[in-house]
């Protein structure tokens, strides 16, 4: 069984800095592009960063500039750094991937639980 678990959310105040991380666990052989999506409340979920294997990475418009990803293929983690944080970042942050594996060798889509952000005064 594969799992991703995302940690690192919490409060923060406006103009603040925050850093996600999500690891995949579980047996598979390999991750493909690893993604974080938010989910605001009463709005639909959002893509915010992604990056390749091998570190390509795009962002939102609204987070362009504020925020980093990286990822480290050796211990299958994503990390998402959020600087200069804003109200309207506040969400719930889900980590995304596509992973190989299972006993045929299927690529199949996983998402984290969710962690929350928080950005107020």
């Known amino acids: 069984q594969v799992h991703l678990v995302e940690s690192g959310g919490g409060l923060v105040q406006p103009g603040g800095s925050l850093r996600l991380s999500c690891a995949a666990s579980?047996?598979?052989?390999?991750?493909?592009?690893m993604v974080w999506y938010r989910q605001a409340p009463g709005k639909q979920r959002e893509l915010v960063a992604f990056i390749t294997t091998g570190g390509t990475t795009n962002f939102a418009d609204s987070v362009k500039g504020r925020f980093t990803i990286s990822r480290d293929n050796a211990k299958n983690t994503v990390d998402l750094q959020m600087h200069s944080l804003k109200p309207e970042d506040t969400a719930v942050y889900y980590c995304?991937?596509?992973?190989?594996?299972?006993?045929?060798?299927?690529?199949?889509?996983?998402w984290g639980q969710g962690t929350q952000v928080t950005v107020s005064s």
């Open positions: 579980g047996r598979f052989s390999s991750i493909n592009t």
């Open positions: 995304n991937a596509e992973i190989l594996g299972g006993r045929f060798q299927l690529w199949h889509n996983y």
